[in-house]
């Protein structure tokens, strides 16, 4: 049996259809609405390699050391070959096209074609996951060759690692291929059965216009509807606003992206019989599975349409029996303010409006700093302050950045913060949602659960999941993250701080002195991670910001200073100061920090690092014996990053805040243009793949330590890309771990899916 209907399998038949097949087919049995289709079958797959006499061959080129990523690479260039090249019986081809052409009824359509590999007798198999997926395929012959691409897909690098890794045999490893109408959604999204943190009988239905990629990728925020699933009602919501929607193109069936029509933009995707109907649809699928659901759905011409479902694997076992008393603001008036919630937490205190340096003193511990924009040298007043609230930034400006990592609210993207309040007047902000009150909160004691992830299983992944750090006085709080390791200590805010520029250090005789605080800062970072890697980034302070330090008169005044004498450019140019640099980490490693690496910023060509090595040779700092890398923030770097490679480096990591802004010359800070800065630009995308790719070849480690590292969406594609490690912010370790585990479980689940017929 080469081909089967949805139709006629169930939950039961995963060996001959994979986990999405049977899924899908167990759905349709039970009268969910889902589109029809057929699946190519696990046996087709297998029938097509011994008609092909291909066994021997494909297997014998799987036989690598999948630890060394240039065989690794090599083995899935050779078994795609083997399997893109082959031929599938006339048999199978008259099959396949006839079970499309009855799936078109007279008129050739539109279908998705995916992956589904088999894997019934593992623990893991309650995981959905595929290897490739081909939407929009019209035609028989596209139809064809898709099938082909999703049966290569079996051998992808990482399906062989994880094979050899978990101790399966390729050769009992099959896949079977779904084909289903596509379905032309106006609206979609995803339903959570259950609350997907802590299991709760609470359903969340996340909708927006158009195809539901808007939702899934995270293009767009999406309405959030909470619903108690047992008395179907709206226990809360939020309509959001929507610019952006995907549509197929019904020509070529490519998918577009369009501005939502201003009528539609802030109006709610969904009436509120349409998000009751899709709670029952989730409440009979979870009785169905006996598990909660993660659900993705579409609505077209009125009728609601289940396009998949996999078990939610984010809820958290085992919690403490403990509860704790958390405050909340109840309003009754409207905001007086409204900005972007860069970091969440609710607070009352009394504004100081902090215009220049010197009025940093003034901001008292508990008073809400307001500014137009906050820069290092106010990490003292911001350390002291409650809350933060700027004119000007978005999610990745030094605001929203320090306050994350200070865990304080913030709110950014005001544009008349500094007009709007006054010093001296009471406020509560809420950082989650971008909102200022005027007057103290009302508070209420609630019954909430105590936040329980330290005492949560935590998951293993493949990709390291570290963390940001900019303060040492954090590091203690970082490191109970249980993240992997800091990708990336910022240095330049110790060195802000000190009472003078380290020029003066220089002339004054003091270097011993300023070492020494490199030193202490760095140290204190290590030690809290030991012996887990800790990447510390040399300098990399614009002029602007080293001006307004005692002694830094003699800065130069740059029209553009983010693109001026920064970085790996001013270390270059003040050689004596890149030196103390390198001194603080030759007593470091002297000290037993063996675990820090040094990190190179801005470099654009290689032979900055050859200069930079030149010099460490000169303060007899062994590098031979310590990681050493570069950030990958300029195109150039990004495209000739081969170059780079050659001239010796361990690691690179990506610096999107800098990437994106000189990729797209959009300012990030500058609220004229923020709203077209997107770290997911196809561009900057297309740069980071070619890097992590031409990286995996030659063995040089990829991380992340930019803002996109705290994205979900981001480090999906990441991850997907294969990059070795993800840092993000102290706030985010958490869920960008979840993240990455669900994300590699999906890719995991193809290659490990029921072995049980064939063993």
């Known amino acids: 049996m080469d081909t089967v209907w949805l139709k006629d399998i169930g939950k039961e038949d995963i060996s001959i259809v994979g986990g999405k097949g049977a899924n899908l087919g167990e759905m349709i049995n039970n009268g969910l609405p889902v589109p029809s289709g057929f699946a190519v079958t696990a046996q087709a797959f297998r029938n097509f390699l011994v008609d092909n006499k291909i066994e021997e061959e494909l297997f014998d080129a799987l036989k690598v050391n999948v630890d060394d990523d240039s065989e690794l690479r090599e083995a899935e260039k050779k078994a795609k070959q083997i399997i893109l090249e082959a031929k599938m019986s006339e048999e199978l081809v008259k099959e396949i096209k006839r079970k499309y052409k009855d799936l078109c009824e007279g008129e050739k359509i539109f279908v998705a074609v995916r992956s589904s590999a088999t894997a019934e007798d593992l623990p893991t198999a309650s995981f959905a996951g595929q290897q490739e997926t081909f939407l929009n395929i019209k035609g028989e012959d596209n139809l064809l060759d898709a099938v082909k691409k999703c049966w290569a897909s079996l051998y992808g690098a990482r399906a062989i690692f994880y094979r050899v890794k978990g101790g399966f045999e390729h050769s009992k490893v099959n896949i079977a291929v779904i084909v289903q109408k596509m ?94 109907e899709l709670v029952r649809y989730g409440n009979k699928i979870e009785d169905l599975y006996k598990s909660p659901q993660d659900v993705e759905w579409g609505i077209t011409g009125g009728k609601i349409y289940i396009l998949q479902s996999r078990a939610i694997t984010t809820i958290n076992k085992g919690l403490k029996d403990q509860t704790t008393k958390k405050k909340e603001a109840e309003w009754r008036e409207e905001p007086i303010l409204r900005g972007t919630g860069a970091s969440p937490g609710v607070v009352s205190g009394r ?71 006054r010093d001296g007047m009471v406020i509560t902000m809420d950082g989650k949602k971008g909102l200022v009150y005027e007057g103290e909160m009302e508070k209420k004691e609630v019954e909430e659960e105590e936040n329980a992830a330290p005492h949560l299983y935590k998951p293993i992944t493949a990709t390291e999941v570290k963390v940001n750090i900019s303060m040492p006085e954090v590091a203690e709080r970082a490191a109970k993250t249980g993240a992997d390791g800091v990708g990336l200590l910022r240095i330049e805010h110790l060195v802000l701080r000190l009472p003078m520029h380290p020029q003066k250090y220089i002339e004054d005789g003091r270097e011993d002195e300023y070492v020494k605080e490199l030193v202490k800062g760095i140290k204190k970072v290590a030690d809290a991670f030991y012996p887990k890697s800790v990447w510390v980034r040399t300098i990399d302070a614009p002029t602007d910001e080293f001006r307004s330090m005692p002694g830094g008169e003699d800065e130069p005044i740059e029209a553009n200073p983010m693109l001026g004498w920064r970085g790996i450019r001013r270390d270059l140019t003040i050689k004596e100061h890149f030196k103390l640099e390198m001194e603080a980490f030759k007593r470091l490693f002297k000290l037993g920090c063996d675990n820090v690496g040094i990190m190179l910023p801005l470099i654009q060509h290689p032979n900055e690092i050859k200069m930079v090595k030149e010099m460490m040779k000169e303060v007899d700092l062994d590098i031979e014996k310590m990681e050493y890398g570069i950030m990958v923030e300029t195109p150039a770097s990004a495209l000739i990053i081969d170059d780079i490679i050659e001239e010796g480096v361990d690691f690179v990591s990506f610096g999107t805040n800098d990437l994106t802004q000189y990729t797209l010359a959009v300012d990030r800070n500058n609220e004229n243009v923020s709203e077209i800065f997107d770290e997911m630009h196809p561009a900057v995308l297309k740069l980071m793949k070619y890097v992590i790719e031409r990286c995996n070849e030659a063995g040089v480690k990829t991380s992340i330590c930019g803002q996109a590292g705290s994205d979900p969406k981001m480090v999906e594609k990441l991850v997907e890309y294969g990059i070795s490690s993800v840092s993000s912010n102290i706030d985010a370790v958490s869920a960008i771990r979840e993240t990455v585990a669900r994300k590699e479980m999906q890719m995991m689940l193809g290659y490990m899916r029921n072995n049980k017929k064939n063993r």
Not at 251 to 256: L, R
């Open 351 to 421: 504004v100081k409006i902090v215009k220049k340096l010197d009025g940093m003193n003034e901001v008292k511990e508990g008073d809400i700093m307001v500014t137009k924009m906050t820069s290092p040298d106010m990490v003292p007043a911001m350390r002291r302050a409650a809350g933060i609230v700027t004119n000007e930034g978005g999610l990745t400006c030094h605001a929203a950045i320090v306050s994350r990592e200070l865990g304080a609210p913030c709110i950014v993207g005001t544009k008349e913060a500094t007009k709007v309040l």
């Open 183 to 276: 379905v032309d959604s106006e609206k979609a999204g995803v339903i959570f059965t259950s609350h997907p943190t802590t299991g709760e009988p609470l359903a969340i239905v996340e909708s927006a216009w158009g195809l539901g990629e808007a939702v899934v990728s995270g293009t767009v925020s999406p309405d959030n509807f909470v619903v108690d699933r047992k008395n179907l009602k709206i226990l809360d919501e939020k309509i959001n606003e929507k610019a952006k929607m995907f549509v197929k193109d019904p020509k070529t069936g490519d998918t577009k992206i369009f501005k939502v029509p201003e009528e539609k933009r802030n109006i709610s995707s969904l009436a509120e019989e349409e998000v009751i």
